[in-house]
Structure formats: structure tokens, C-alpha cells
């Protein structure tokens, strides 16, 4: 005869066991979460009733942008929880796992499950079963997270009535396997789990514990002795900061402060693009070859006689490295040093720099004075025309939208918070000037897997953290009019928030970006429509403006808070354009086999 929990081992460790429920919040806060965004349904609701004593469990307006919001949000604090019904639910959650998977966030996908006791020879509502198959299939949504790469796991519950279930046990370990890799996992909790009694957990005392680990490689030693010996014979040494570096920010401080030790210049990715101060004398921009829109591309090509590049990807990006074009300099520089980071949360990096900094107690012999001599002979007029002066008597457009935006940013004392859409808003951003702030990152995108949809559902995360922190700045989305018709729906989170922010929508009532035809497909709007009249119902402002002084005027006002929307008309010819979005319409149509931009390409990527 089987026994009970109390009988095998007392009434007293009986008593002992908590609610599933009540360990995965307490699991949850442990990790840092303060808030779960997600959308309720039945078999998750037991969850929500639980999580509440321990987190803010906020709404979105859809299943994938609360997956977007949760990437934001790891973005941001390092952590991210969604959380959905079962299949219907969870499976729109996917485009939001892919782009986790892509960027290296840790997003904890949740979702609720049936109940173990309603497993049984018939379908369940939700369950993937069409009317003619001979069984159900309850694990779609888990093999569907699966066929991402990444882990996808259910609950398990009570196997022998003496013992209890190990649940949470389960759920810590696969929330410590998404924290110390930076990979979503998924986890589906069968909804008769949540108040029964699991297994008691005793938590480390820090989340930085979970961390400690022997790292079982050697000669960091050597890597640090070639460093040393190559920055010492180097004259215009400059560090190359990959985007692994986003979310090791102890790490990235070590950096740019061993740069200012000794006068290095550094540079980011292109997917670093956000994550230091680019008002930083010594900082020289996001580089990325023939796509670069920094001043000192001159200098990074021509002057820079060593690199050591830290903490970019190992398997190199067509996006990040100049789109294939062999014009990144630094991907073909004779004199380099690449420290990948191939060690869980950099490990090997942090032991090469340990060794390093004691070998620079000695400032280096740089002409630091020549250097920055050399630094502004070297700065070069932005190319094909592309000019950062302007006269406010002109129209805005893409063509010069990051120029003034940078110029009213510089004449205001608290700096922007800048989400680019993608498309044609999100390229021209890399001409934007991010300046450091509390909350340590000033530019939020998705270049890598560039899911369009995802800028409004990132604003609403920023816009809860700075709430969280006590920060007062504003959030400034920048969009063209398809992508904003994405996600419209997510400015009823927004609103609920009182957030402080602009958007910025660029309208030309057409998917530009890659446009090859005239097709139906590529008219993403209707002349009608009045997105100002639409930000009006959400509570916000609407304001119109055509030419730069309009613009500047309006966006000086925006910045001081609320929410608003600055509709302004562009055009899709050629020279209303940005440089990037335009040589990489040159790119598109070159890969597309289009023989006017195969001709083009050829000529952009002369050297």
C-alpha cells in the first residue's frame, strides 16, 4: 500500500512543503524579476493568482509583444519572463523566442498546461487535434520551442504518493540554465501543479553564486604577455567592443576604463551600438565598414596600427560585418588580437584582463597629443554626399533626421532613450549619438534577427524600468509607418503607464526598405488614416511637421514628457534617404540579382 508525504516523513516536514506557485515566485525574485508581462487564459490562471504576492504580472496587448517586452526587459536588467495560456498562447510567442535565441537573452517563456489529471483519450480545447487524427498532440507548442534550439521543458509532478514533487527544483535549474548561457528556455506548468506541495528549495545566498565555476583552461598568461607586447609597440592602438559585452556590464566598465588608463581609443559593433557613451572624446562610434557613418572611419581604416578586438560574435554576421562587402577593416587588419569570450559570462576574457592590468601599471608611451591630432585630420565628410549641417528652412527626412535629432539632443540636459523600428528608421539610427545614462544602455534594437513589431513592446519595457529606478527621460521610438501599423495596439499598455514618450513616425505609406516592385504587398497604409488623431485616443499628442525647424521645435517640447507622436511626411526618392538605408537597398537588390544595383554594389564596394 502506498503512503502518504505525511506518513513517509512526518506531519511536521509535511508542513514544511510549500505551494509550486509560492516557489515559483519566490525562484523568480531570486533571479531579480520584478515584473512578468503576458496575456491570462484558463490553464494559466492559477500562476497568475499565485505570482502576485511576488511580482507585478502586467498585460500586453498580445502574446508576441509581451515576448518582445520580456526580450526588452532582459535587455535591460539582464532577465526576462513572459507568460501565456497553453498552445494558443504560447505559440505566438515563438517569433519572440527566435529573436531571444538570436540576441542571447535569457527569456524564461512560460506557459500553463493542462493538468495532469486531465491527460485522457480525448482533446483538449487548445490542444493542436484536427477533427480527423486518431490522437492529440500535447506537445506541439514544447517541440515547436524545441525545433528553435532552444529548451523547452513540462513540469513534472508527484510520481510515487510517499515523495514529493521536484517541480521547483526543475524550474530553478532550467531559470539557472537560461542565466548563466543567456538562452531563452520554455516551460510548460501543468495548472494542478501550482498548489500542490513541491519539494523545499534552500537558494544560494547570491545570483552572482550561480556564477562560480573553476575555469579549466590555461595560458591566459601568454595571451596577456602578446597583448601587452603589441600595445607597447603600438602607436595608434584601438579596442573593437563586440555586442557580448551588452549584458556583462562589469566587464565592459573594466574596459573603457582601462582605455582612459592608458588613451586607447575604442569603437563598438554595430550591435553594440548603445552600450557606451559615444560623447566620450576617446570613443570613436559604431564601425562597420563601407556602412559606417562615423567621422573617424578615416581613422579606424588608414591610421589605427593595432586592434584588439573583444567580445564579438564567434560565427561573424553578414548584418555586423559590413554585409559581406570585405570592406570591414577590422575584420581584415594584419596586426589583431580577437578575445571571443567562448567561457560562460566571459570568463576567459575576465582572466586575460586580470593578467593585463598589472602589466599597465605604467602608462604606455601613446603621443596622446598626436594621436588626437591625428584623430581630427582624420575626420572625413560623411560619404555620397551625406552632410550632418543643415538649415532649419529645410524639409526632414531620413536623409538628415539623425543630425538634428543629435543637435537638439545636444541642447538638452537630460539625453534620449533611442528604439528604432526596423527598416528604414532603424539604419538611419546609426547616424544617432548615444550618450551614457542611469540606466546604462541608450539604443534598443534587434539588427540580428530584426523582427519587425518589436520598438513599441521595447518602450513599454524601458518605460516600466525607468518607473522602477526613479528616472525621468524620454523614450524616443523611431519608426516608418509599416512598422508602427504592427504594434499600434500596444499603446493601450503605454498609456496605462503615463510614459514619457515620442514617437517619431516617418510616413511614406509603403514598405520601403528592400521594395522591388510595385506590388499591393508593399502599401502598408491608406492616405485616411491619422496616426494623430489614433496617439489623441491613447491619451497623448499629435503633432505634424514638415520642415526641420518644425521638427526641432516640436521635439524640444516632446522631450520634456507624455506621450506624443510627431508624424512627418518623407519621400521615397533617393536623395530624402539615408546613406546606410540606401546602400543597402544597393545590397538588396545586388543579392536580388537586379543588374542596375549589381553595378552599383560592385562600384560601393571598390576600395
Given at each position: 500500500?502506498?503512503?502518504?508525504?505525511?506518513?513517509?516523513?512526518?506531519?511536521?516536514?509535511?508542513?514544511?512543503?510549500?505551494?509550486?506557485?509560492?516557489?515559483?515566485?519566490?525562484?523568480?525574485?531570486?533571479?531579480?524579476?520584478?515584473?512578468?508581462?503576458?496575456?491570462?487564459?484558463?490553464?494559466?490562471?492559477?500562476?497568475?493568482?499565485s505570482l502576485e504576492p511576488y511580482v507585478d504580472v502586467l498585460p500586453s496587448s498580445n502574446e508576441m509583444h509581451a515576448g518582445f517586452s520580456a526580450c526588452a526587459q532582459a535587455e535591460v536588467t539582464g532577465f526576462g519572463v513572459c507568460l501565456s495560456t497553453y498552445t494558443v498562447g504560447s505559440l505566438p510567442c515563438i517569433s519572440a523566442a527566435a529573436l531571444a535565441r538570436t540576441e542571447g537573452l535569457p527569456v524564461i517563456f512560460i506557459s500553463g498546461a493542462p493538468g495532469e489529471n486531465e491527460i485522457a483519450q480525448h482533446a483538449l480545447h487548445h490542444t493542436i487535434h484536427p477533427?480527423?487524427?486518431?490522437?492529440?498532440?500535447?506537445?506541439?507548442?514544447?517541440?515547436?520551442?524545441?525545433?528553435?534550439?532552444?529548451?523547452?521543458?513540462?513540469?513534472?509532478?508527484?510520481?510515487?504518493?510517499?515523495?514529493?514533487?521536484?517541480?521547483?527544483?526543475?524550474?530553478?535549474?532550467?531559470?539557472?540554465?537560461?542565466?548563466?548561457?543567456?538562452?531563452?528556455?520554455?516551460?510548460?506548468?501543468?495548472?494542478?501543479?501550482?498548489?500542490?506541495?513541491?519539494?523545499?528549495l534552500s537558494l544560494p545566498t547570491t545570483l552572482e553564486s550561480l556564477r562560480v565555476q573553476h575555469l579549466n583552461l590555461s595560458g591566459a598568461d601568454l595571451i596577456a604577455n602578446e597583448i601587452h607586447y603589441k600595445l607597447t609597440q603600438a602607436k595608434a592602438p584601438f579596442m573593437f567592443l563586440g555586442e557580448k559585452l551588452r549584458l556583462n556590464s562589469a566587464l565592459l566598465e573594466r574596459l573603457i576604463k582601462l582605455c582612459h588608463r592608458h588613451h586607447i581609443s575604442y569603437g563598438t559593433t554595430w550591435f553594440a551600438k548603445g552600450m557606451v557613451?559615444?560623447?566620450?572624446?576617446?570613443?570613436?562610434?559604431?564601425?562597420?565598414?563601407?556602412?559606417?557613418?562615423?567621422?573617424?572611419?578615416?581613422?579606424?581604416?588608414?591610421?589605427?596600427?593595432?586592434?584588439?578586438?573583444?567580445?564579438?560574435?564567434?560565427?561573424?554576421?553578414?548584418?555586423?560585418?559590413?554585409?559581406?562587402?570585405?570592406?570591414?577593416?577590422?575584420?581584415?587588419?594584419?596586426?589583431?588580437?580577437?578575445?571571443?569570450?567562448?567561457?560562460?559570462?566571459?570568463?576567459?576574457?575576465?582572466?586575460?584582463?586580470?593578467?593585463?592590468?598589472?602589466?599597465?601599471?605604467?602608462?604606455?608611451?601613446?603621443?596622446?597629443?598626436?594621436?588626437?591630432?591625428?584623430?581630427?585630420?582624420?575626420?572625413?565628410?560623411?560619404?555620397?554626399?551625406?552632410?550632418?549641417?543643415?538649415?532649419i528652412e529645410g524639409k526632414i527626412s531620413y536623409a538628415n533626421l539623425a543630425s538634428v535629432i543629435n543637435t537638439v539632443q545636444d541642447s538638452l540636459v537630460c539625453p534620449f532613450i533611442f528604439v528604432p523600428e526596423v527598416g528604414n528608421a532603424f539604419f538611419a539610427s546609426f547616424e544617432l549619438k548615444t550618450i551614457n545614462n542611469k540606466l546604462g544602455r541608450s539604443f534598443f534594437a534587434n539588427p540580428w534577427y530584426a523582427a519587425m513589431g518589436t520598438s513599441l513592446p521595447y518602450a513599454r519595457a524601458i518605460a516600466d524600468e525607468l518607473k522602477q529606478q526613479q528616472i525621468k527621460q524620454t523614450i524616443v521610438v523611431i519608426t516608418g509607418d509599416g512598422g508602427f501599423n504592427f504594434q499600434a495596439n500596444e499603446l493601450i499598455n503605454l498609456q496605462k503607464q503615463h510614459a514619457d514618450i515620442?514617437?517619431?513616425?516617418?510616413?511614406?505609406?509603403?514598405?520601403?526598405?528592400?521594395?522591388?516592385?510595385?506590388?499591393?504587398?508593399?502599401?502598408?497604409?491608406?492616405?485616411?488614416?491619422?496616426?494623430?488623431?489614433?496617439i489623441q485616443a491613447y491619451g497623448g499628442k499629435g503633432h505634424y511637421c514638415e520642415t526641420i525647424a518644425e521638427f526641432m521645435a516640436t521635439l524640444t517640447i516632446t522631450a520634456k514628457g507624455g506621450?506624443?507622436?510627431?508624424?512627418?511626411?518623407?519621400?521615397?526618392?533617393?536623395?530624402?534617404?539615408?546613406?546606410?538605408?540606401?546602400?543597402?537597398?544597393?545590397?538588396?537588390?545586388?543579392?536580388?540579382?537586379?543588374?542596375?544595383?549589381?553595378?552599383l554594389w560592385q562600384e560601393l564596394c571598390r576600395p
Open positions: 500500500m502506498n503512503s502518504s508525504i505525511k506518513q513517509n516523513f512526518g506531519q511536521e516536514y509535511h508542513n514544511s512543503l510549500p505551494q509550486l506557485g509560492h516557489s515559483i515566485g519566490q525562484i523568480l525574485q531570486f533571479f531579480g524579476v520584478k515584473r512578468v508581462y503576458g496575456v491570462g487564459g484558463d490553464f494559466v490562471a492559477n500562476l497568475i493568482n477533427h480527423t487524427a486518431w490522437n492529440s498532440d500535447l506537445n506541439a507548442a514544447l517541440n515547436a520551442f524545441k525545433a528553435l534550439g532552444i529548451r523547452a521543458e513540462r513540469l513534472q509532478g508527484q510520481r510515487h504518493t510517499g515523495q514529493p514533487n521536484i517541480a521547483a527544483q526543475q524550474f530553478f535549474e532550467l531559470l539557472t540554465d537560461a542565466y548563466l548561457n543567456r538562452q531563452p528556455v520554455y516551460i510548460e506548468i501543468p495548472r494542478d501543479l501550482i498548489y500542490r506541495p513541491t519539494q523545499v557613451d559615444e560623447n566620450d572624446p576617446l570613443c570613436l562610434g559604431s564601425y562597420n565598414g563601407v556602412f559606417s557613418n562615423t567621422p573617424f572611419q578615416s581613422y579606424i581604416e588608414t591610421v589605427v596600427d593595432y586592434v584588439l578586438e573583444i567580445g564579438t560574435a564567434i560565427f561573424p554576421s553578414d548584418t555586423n560585418n559590413a554585409f559581406g562587402s570585405q570592406t570591414h577593416s577590422i575584420d581584415n587588419h594584419q596586426n589583431k588580437t580577437m578575445l571571443k569570450g567562448t567561457a560562460r559570462w566571459e570568463q576567459d576574457i575576465q582572466a586575460v584582463v586580470a593578467l593585463l592590468e598589472p602589466k599597465l601599471e605604467v602608462p604606455l608611451a601613446l603621443e596622446r597629443d598626436r594621436r588626437i591630432e591625428l584623430l581630427q585630420t582624420q575626420i572625413r565628410p560623411l560619404p555620397n554626399g551625406v552632410d550632418n549641417s543643415f538649415t515620442t514617437i517619431i513616425y516617418m510616413r511614406n505609406n509603403v514598405f520601403h526598405l528592400g521594395k522591388a516592385g510595385d506590388a499591393p504587398i508593399y502599401a502598408c497604409n491608406d492616405n485616411g488614416f491619422d496616426p494623430k488623431m489614433l506621450m506624443h507622436l510627431i508624424e512627418i511626411p518623407t519621400s521615397i526618392e533617393p536623395e530624402h534617404q539615408s546613406d546606410i538605408s540606401k546602400k543597402l537597398n544597393t545590397y538588396i537588390g545586388f543579392k536580388n540579382d537586379d543588374p542596375d544595383a549589381n553595378l
